[in-house]
């Protein structure tokens, strides 16, 4: 009877990089609000109109859902996004882009095997009925954070591409997840719930910023919640996660206001306030709440992005083809609705001075990192040659980040024969094989706190000697 001493090795790879941002310009000028969401039935052409191709215009953004790019998980139509941007490139313009995740996510999330936990909105405007992962949702990080670490390595070193709107954070753009009172009742009426929120959206930015690190990023901040019955003031919740970014990111992070119109405070609407506020150190953007009613409006609501300090001005398509609106833009002289006459307004904008500059070298911080490690145990010292033996292989991911695409991987020694295996997961993890034969080679997304519990049994090569010894290693993307 030969009896093996046993080695067991396991190995826990970790990834690690900094790199220096170069940002693209900040956006400025005059950009065209489009219409509708990109897609095989509205594509670019109808979306931007002839306003494209205005000499008045400095870009256009294009708005996408998540759902109408990943219909099937990891497999991308890019082709009417790639269409856009090529067209905007065409008639000299930049342009900016914002895919909707939030009321916007594929179906696919919510079911098996991902099952993200999800949520129906009862009573937020714009959005009853529709489906939301509720905030903090590991799957949903996950998923979301591979999504856009693909979306950055195909657009950041576009020269046509000067913004990127952070989305994810709210059902929507801009960051009020739920501001309905329902709906505050269900996701932020506890502490916790609101913890969670401000967790997840500092996350998400850094998923954006880590994507992007040479595209302006922009954030809509609002307050995600209702007052009535949030759990905290939700001014206060939505300054935690922009300061975050602001003092994070500083200039790579950009201040937009989403409802801007001719009535427009800082002291009437916070957002506006919070954009005033860092208007020297950061990019700041905006965008019209409605088609100009007169021309009257047009021309006021172009005074409020001024009097922001609004660098770059998103404005309604048929605004942008509306001849009569032209003069405010560009032209000068006099004007009935306006004492001593009127200056060209994108000329202002363009006048703004820029903000403080970034430092020319800045390490980027990586999103929150995950803790990978793998254990491997047959609970024994010896084994005879010729006998059964089980393997326990466990990867867990400690955190606190999520991870997407790492590699398991556990090349049985070849004296370890008529290999089989079984897996299960905890917490949310998949992408692994839930039984197989031979060696393990899985690539697998998993959220904090998951596991992976592989079960090996084979036999020993009856002629074996020396050392019986299983590596088993995970690596990150």
């Known amino acids: 009877m030969k009896t093996l001493p046993k080695l067991i090795l396991l190995f826990c790879l970790m990834a690690a990089s900094a790199h220096a941002t170069t940002n693209k310009e900040a956006p400025k000028g005059m950009y065209i609000f489009s219409s509708g969401w990109l897609s095989a039935t509205h594509q670019a052409v109808t979306s931007a109109g002839t ?32 269409d856009a941007v090529a067209l905007a490139a065409a008639n000299n313009k930049k342009c900016g882009i914002s895919i909707n995740a939030g009321k916007d996510c594929p179906a696919w999330l919510y079911a098996a095997p991902y099952n993200a936990q999800s949520y129906v909105m009862q009573d937020t405007p714009g959005a009853i009925g529709r489906t939301i992962p509720v905030p903090g949702d590991p799957v949903f990080m996950a998923r979301w954070q591979k999504f856009i670490t693909d979306f950055g390595a195909r657009y950041d070193s576009n020269a046509a591409v000067s913004y990127i709107i952070i989305t994810g954070i709210g059902n929507h753009d801009e960051w009020n997840i739920a501001p309905g009172t329902q709906d505050t009742a269900a996701l932020g009426s506890t502490q916790a719930q609101v913890n969670i929120w401000k967790s997840s959206a500092k996350q998400i930015i850094d998923f954006f910023m880590s994507a992007f690190p040479n595209t302006t990023v922009m954030g809509l901040p609002v307050q995600p919640f209702n007052p009535l019955n949030a759990a905290e003031d939700p001014a206060t919740s939505m300054k935690e996660v922009s300061d975050y970014a602001a003092n994070t990111y500083h200039c790579q992070f950009a201040y937009s206001v989403a409802p801007l119109q001719s009535s427009t405070t800082t002291s009437n609407y ?40 609004i660098r770059g001005m998103e404005i309604y398509q048929v605004d942008f083809e509306d001849a009569g609106l032209q003069n405010f833009i560009v032209g000068s002289g006099t004007y009935a609705g306006e004492a001593g006459g009127i200056t060209p307004r994108r000329a202002d904008m363009l006048m703004i001075p820029a903000p403080t500059p970034c430092p020319t070298s800045t390490p980027t911080p990586s999103p929150i990192s995950a803790d990978l490690k ?55 993890a998949f992408g692994f094989s839930p039984s197989g034969s031979g060696n393990i080679n899985d690539t697998v997304l998993m959220p904090s706190g998951s596991k992976i519990t592989y079960t090996a049994k084979g036999k020993v090569n009856p002629s074996a000697t020396g050392t019986i010894s299983n590596t088993a290693r995970v690596t990150p993307p």
């Open 51 to 82: 306003a494209i191709s205005n000499a008045n215009c400095d870009g256009v953004r294009w708005k996408v859902r998540w759902s109408a790019i990943e219909t099937i998980p990891d497999t991308y139509t890019w082709q009417y996004l790639d």
């Open 270 to 309: 916070l957002p506006a306030n919070e954009l005033f506020l860092h208007w020297t150190t950061n990019p700041t953007h905006g965008e019209t709440l409605n088609p100009a009613s007169s021309p009257d409006d047009f021309n006021a609501t172009l005074h409020v992005a001024l009097d922001l300090k």
């Open 374 to 428: 793998v254990t491997v145990n047959d609970w024994k010292t010896a084994i005879v040659a010729g006998t059964q033996d089980t393997y326990s292989i466990n990867v867990i991911n400690v955190g606190p980040g999520a991870v997407g695409g790492a590699s398991i991987t556990d090349a049985f020694p070849t004296i370890f024969t008529n290999v089989s295996y079984t897996a299960t997961q905890l917490g949310g």
